[in-house]
């Protein structure tokens, strides 16, 4: 019997029978994540309900030498959850209880499978919520979200799924069952938590994740402010910054994003406009009130053409529908889009701008933006079809040559959708060999016989030398008899 | 601290040699050497904390960086800073108070630098609002024990490329690699701070005066608490626009009744309830407790003979005791533990006289610490690194 045979029989034996998927047809449904040109089909899929059963199943998975890839709602968009041709689909759907809400604690307890805005949902009643808000929460998962590190339109303000997670249970790749963080902060010892968050599945699989809940803030204050160009709208994203003020959030979105929106969605944004900025202010309401005033005249003397403030929710959710169904909205006016996700410092918009639009002209292929202007975080969404003999290639390439630009700039080759197994390759013109090196580092000490999500994030395994397996005596310092009194 | 009296030794252990090294390259050089004779490596920046959790087994190279003292860039638009490990802390804020900015962490002991608070995550009432140094770091250049030079991060808030290695060194204590140089998200300065501070009673009193701040609308900056003796207070910070703060201000002058205001930074905030000046067997026992929200009351209460001060408003006070009789100290940790563990935090000590350190558990109890070991022994194979100085003799 292959690995794979006896460790399908282990699982069966251990997971009930409709928690493992054998099917064909039904394994194809995994082949793939939210960037949906990576497909691969698992050999199989588990479902389990609770971390035992999950431990078992990685625990098999380690002792047998067959790899696994864990999956939250497959909505990753750098192809993380890409299943293994060889190996399992640890699948966390099954599991999606909300534990503990604790106000009093400011935290809240999940399983891996909750959906984001399911433990906002649980949270709500007693006047909190969780911050992180990926455009995906209605459908992502908390793990995923742990997986990736994700963030969301407000995290110019809050912060990313690091800041939010105080800890998590998490099955190691060696199947043992392992808690890091809890409640409080500061846990003693290296901060592994923090190295596991943004980890992408390659250093195991969390089943529990303890939360830090948010006050839901008194006031909150929307503002839609129409400009002429890209330059004004980003000059006053400056004026802004440059105030002392941090919104909640800033996002941009320019005349085509725009165009796209209003022939999905109709969010009538002012007519006209080559960019409109999405301001949202929130807070006590004192302080909101105060803070609203300046930004209506930095957006002023940033030549706005045309400003709307929404105070009440379904005002603000009209501002927003637009840039919310942004992406999906770019299928109205092109059968076929990359979605990228790069980072420059937020100084060098203007000039990335300019490159980008420079580049588009070249190479006749459209770009829309839309992105976090706060942070400096773009989205450009390159458009082609598909049907046209080289269109493809065409926006691969200025796809790339839009994430060169952000190395260019000193920043990032992703701001939240992950490296997975789409920009592997780009990470060697980011980092230096000894950089990537390091990082692996973790991933010996974790996973050394690479078993968890292999062949994402790093272009090229590192040799983890000895693998050093579990531990079973005492620790080669405590016999030598210079560690551990305790 | 140059002062050779003092580098001589590192809490009770001799340094062979000093090393000075002022850039990075002359740090990996200097590590490569070490390595070569399989010397032990001790870092230090200004020398605040050095004392601080067990002493290294050996220090046979004290690696001062208080040479490397530079604020690298200040992209003030970007609201970042990068500065060399060696910086004083306070060096960084002036340099970036230039353009109403600030790096969001307290300079809990006058001196620290850069690359000290990094190493032991210290952090003050400010945590509220913009967590730790581990928040904060976004960048970071590294010397492996290996006198390999690493960087992790980069120089923007937002960067989910590769693993997060920063957040492991924060904290680390000098036992994974040496920080040479970090990158930092900024804060603006707000217009107007505003202390307002109340005595309270009883334990209960503290924790229901905290809860109703924290359940309230006044958004706190910082939320602390204060024992003394019989001074007992908790102080609440806002920080904003005039306005803003003005309307806070009347929220909260309801939920703390008779609270004094004033936009004076007030006596000892953000310090620790210990002189950090004391040295050798002058020393107190400085402890840190963490714990969840809830549990404050029964914190407090298990720490009532004690001096406390911190960050109610996070879970995370810091408590001192004299070291004056080692064998007192035991039951005393021992009582806190279990509180604080029961309220799912944990006590560790941060400083306490030699004895002390010998007859306690200085970490306590450490979840995971096979998989530490398994990072240590990744990043630092032959133990050279603070050798004993962590968890679990790491
Ligand atoms: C329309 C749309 C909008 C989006 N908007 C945003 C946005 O605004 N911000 C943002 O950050 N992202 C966004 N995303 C990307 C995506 O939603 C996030 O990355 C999300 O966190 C993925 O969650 P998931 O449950 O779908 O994870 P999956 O896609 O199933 O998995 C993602 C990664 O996490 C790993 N993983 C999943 N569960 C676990 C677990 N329990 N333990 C360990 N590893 C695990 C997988 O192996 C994989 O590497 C968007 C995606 C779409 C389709």
């Given amino acids: 019997m292959s690995p794979l045979e006896r460790l399908t029989d282990r699982v069966r034996a251990q997971l009930p029978g409709a928690a493992v998927i054998t099917d064909p047809s039904r394994l194809r449904t995994y082949e793939c994540d939210g960037l949906s040109h990576y497909r691969a089909t698992p050999a199989l899929v588990v479902l389990p309900e609770d971390v035992d059963q999950l431990a078992a199943v990685v625990g098999a998975c380690a002792e047998l030498g067959v790899p696994y890839v864990a999956r939250g709602s497959g909505t990753g968009l750098s192809g993380g959850a890409l299943p293994h041709t060889e190996g399992v689909l640890v699948v966390t759907s099954r599991m999606r209880s909300v534990r503990e809400v604790r106000p009093e604690d400011q935290r809240a307890v999940v399983e891996p499978g909750v959906i984001n805005l399911d433990v906002t949902r649980a949270a709500t009643p007693h006047g909190y919520y969780y911050a992180p808000d990926p455009s995906s929460q209605q459908v992502c998962s908390i793990g995923g979200n742990v997986a990736e590190n994700s963030g969301g339109a407000h995290c110019l303000k809050y912060g990313f799924t690091t800041n939010h997670v105080t800890g998590v249970e998490m099955v190691s790749p060696d199947g043992e069952v392992v808690r890091l963080g809890g409640d409080a902060p500061d846990a003693p010892g290296y901060d592994l938590l923090g190295a596991v968050v943004g980890s992408e599945g390659t250093l195991g699989v969390v089943t529990e994740v303890t939360v830090r809940l948010t006050r839901l803030p008194e006031h909150v204050v929307t503002v839609l402010a129409g400009f002429d160009s890209t330059d004004r709208a980003g000059a006053a994203v400056s004026a802004i910054i440059g105030a002392g003020i941090v919104p909640a959030a800033i996002e941009m979105m320019d005349a085509l994003a725009i165009e796209a929106a209003e022939a999905a969605v109709h969010c009538e944004y002012p007519e006209g406009a080559g960019a409109v900025l999405v301001i949202e202010l929130d807070g006590s309401q004192a302080e909101v009130e105060a803070e609203y005033d300046d930004v209506v005249q930095l957006c002023e003397k940033s030549a706005a053409f045309e400003i709307r403030t929404a105070v009440d929710p379904t005002e603000r959710a009209l501002i927003w529908k637009g840039r919310k169904s942004a992406f999906a909205a770019v299928g109205r006016i092109s059968p076929d889009y990359i979605v990228q996700d790069g980072v420059i410092p937020r100084t060098a918009l203007p000039e990335v701008l300019g490159r980008i639009a420079a580049l588009s002209e070249e190479s006749g292929v459209r770009v829309a933006n839309v992105f976090h202007a706060g942070d400096g975080n773009l989205h450009p969404l390159v458009l082609f079809d598909d049907a046209v003999e080289g269109a493809g290639d065409a926006a691969e390439e200025v796809s790339r040559a839009i994430l060169d630009l952000c190395i260019e700039h000193g920043g990032s080759i992703t701001g939240e959708h992950g490296v997975g197994a789409d920009k592997a390759a780009h990470m060697p013109k980011m980092f230096a060999a000894d950089d990537l090196d390091t990082m692996q580092l973790v991933r010996c000490a974790f996973d050394p016989a690479h078993v968890s999500n292999p062949g994402k994030v790093f272009p090229t395994p590192r040799l983890c030398g000895e693998v050093p397996g579990r531990r079973k005596g005492a620790h080669p310092l405590q016999e030598a008899g210079l560690a551990e009194v305790f | ?394």
């Fill in chain 2, 1 to 394: 601290m140059g002062d050779a009296a003092l580098t001589a030794e590192v809490d009770g252990v001799a340094v062979g040699e000093v090393a000075t090294p002022c850039s990075t390259d002359e740090v990996a050089a200097t590590l490569r050497g070490a390595a070569g004779g399989g010397r032990s490596v001790v870092v230090q920046g200004g020398g605040t904390k050095r004392t601080w959790a067990m002493p290294p087994r050996s220090a046979d190279l004290l690696l001062d960086l208080s040479g490397m003292d530079r604020v690298v860039e200040h992209a003030a638009g970007d609201l970042i800073v990068t500065a060399q490990a060696g910086t004083p802390l306070a060096a960084v804020q002036e340099h970036v108070a230039a353009a109403g900015q600030r790096l969001l962490v307290d300079e809990t002991i006058p001196g620290s630098t850069v690359g000290g608070v990094l190493a032991t995550n210290a952090s003050g009432p400010a945590r509220l609002l913009a967590g730790t140094m581990r928040d904060l770091l976004i960048g970071v250049t590294m010397v492996r024990a290996d006198g390999v030079v690493a960087r992790a991060g980069g120089k923007v808030v937002k960067n989910v490329a590769g693993y997060d290695v920063g957040k492991l060194l924060v904290g680390s204590y000098g036992t994974l690699a040496v920080v040479t140089e970090a990158t930092f998200r900024l804060h603006p300065v707000p217009p107007v701070r505003r202390w307002l501070t109340v005595p309270f009673g009883s334990a209960t009193e503290a924790q229901r005066l905290v809860q109703d701040v924290l359940a309230a609308q006044v958004v706190p900056a910082a939320l602390e608490v204060a024992v003394d003796g019989d001074a007992r207070s908790v102080t609440l910070l806002l920080e904003g626009r005039g306005a803003g703060v003005d309307g806070r201000a009347q929220a909260a002058a309801g939920l703390l009744p008779g609270a004094t205001s004033t936009e004076e930074r007030p006596d000892g905030w953000g310090r620790y309830p210990w002189d950090p000046s004391a040295t050798g067997d002058d020393r107190a026992v400085a402890l840190k407790l963490t714990f969840r929200l809830s549990a404050l009351a029964d914190v407090l209460e298990a720490a009532a003979d004690l001096a406390v001060r911190g960050s109610a408003g996070a879970g995370v006070l810091y408590a001192s005791m004299s070291g004056d009789e080692p064998a007192a100290v035991a039951p005393v940790l021992t009582r806190l533990r279990e509180v604080c563990g029961r309220h799912g935090g944990a006590v560790v000590v941060l400083d306490a006289p030699a004895a002390v350190k010998r007859t306690v558990d200085v970490w306590g109890p450490v979840p995971a610490l096979d998989l530490m070991r398994r990072v240590k022994d990744e990043f630092d194979p032959d133990r050279r690194l603070a050798p004993g100085r962590f968890v679990g003799g790491i």
